[in-house]
């Protein structure tokens, strides 16, 4: 990809539609996407341990060349560039260059342009896989979802057994989505429903809207379960089924990169050993 300044892809010159062509999957039209501001993007922040997971992952590097990195300010634009190959400049209105204090109302700005963001990719056609940057990659979380859902969404606690139960919490950190214009009708519904729940982020307008939407659309939503996503407000850390694992319910940028730098760590240490916890020994884990 050429290198531009984000300044310059506006309207007519807006560079979406051939960044996700060029970062397609060929089974299933998909992509995957993450976003970006300055302060992950600065050396050894989120974005170097994020990429490393998929370096660090099995199976997980050839992903690398789907995913697309969105960014919201010229620093994080810059640093994409210098470290993956397909980066976006998202143009936005607010200045997100510094950690967005969580509930803050340019925190829930953001969540609210990623929503729109996502809305958009779908009407080009795309299916895509979202990822949050604090979160780590062990495998491919593709592997997980069922062809029948439309939509797949993370939540910080996973009960019973149905995933299709729509009474349990969503977490928009990790979201599978596939284009149909019933798809695209429930993200539409849910961004308009924002104006009717001021102050609210998009995963708790959505836990409002979630079930009037997928009937009045036919949607099937499937809620993945956190034996193979993971996070640490209900941490079930089984390296032998995990497929990512997201820094939730952690405060602060500082934190989420010690505590996912640990864990990272640890799997590297499982791949070798092939046993969480123990010392190196000959066993390895397979690719």
């Known amino acids: ?10 309207g007519d010159d807006d560079d979406l539609p051939r960044l996700l062509r060029s970062a397609a999957m060929e089974a299933g039209n998909t992509v995957v996407m993450t976003f970006l501001n300055e302060a992950w993007a600065a050396p050894g922040s989120l974005l170097d341990l994020f990429l490393e ?9 050839p992903l690398l060349k789907h995913l697309v990195i969105v960014t919201v300010d010229p620093t994080s634009f810059r640093r994409c560039q210098e470290v993956h190959q397909l980066c976006y400049p998202l143009p936005v209105a607010t200045n997100f260059t510094e950690e967005q204090t969580y509930m803050s109302n340019a925190y829930l700005e953001m969540m609210w342009v990623r929503n729109k963001f996502q809305t958009r ?10 990822t949050d940057m604090d979160i780590v990659w062990f495998r491919n979380p593709l592997l997980r979802i069922p062809i029948g859902a439309d939509i797949a969404i993370s939540c910080d606690q996973f009960y019973g057994q149905d995933p ?27 961004y308009e429903a924002r104006l009717a729940h001021p102050g609210k982020h998009d995963q708790d307008v959505f836990d409002k809207v979630k079930k009037d939407l997928s009937l009045r659309h036919g949607v099937a939503v499937h809620f993945v379960d956190t034996a193979y996503f993971g996070g640490f407000c209900q941490p079930k850390k089984d390296f032998r089924q995990l497929c990512t694992f997201h820094g939730n319910c952690l405060t602060g940028l500082r934190m989420k990169l010690d505590v996912l730098r640990d864990l990272l760590n640890q799997w590297k240490q499982f791949k070798i050993t092939g046993r ?3 010392k190196r020994s000959n066993s390895t884990v397979q690719n």
């Open 276 to 278: 969480q916890g123990e």
């Open 1 to 10: 990809m050429p290198q531009q300044d984000a300044s310059t892809l506006r």
């Open 121 to 130: 990719v779908l009407e080009l056609g795309y299916a895509f896989v979202f």
């Open 53 to 61: 997971s998929f370096h660090e992952g099995v199976k997980t590097e």
């Open 164 to 190: 299709y139960d729509v009474w349990k919490n969503a977490n928009g950190g990790f979201l599978y989505a596939r284009p149909s214009a019933r798809t695209i009708a429930f993200f539409k519904g849910w």
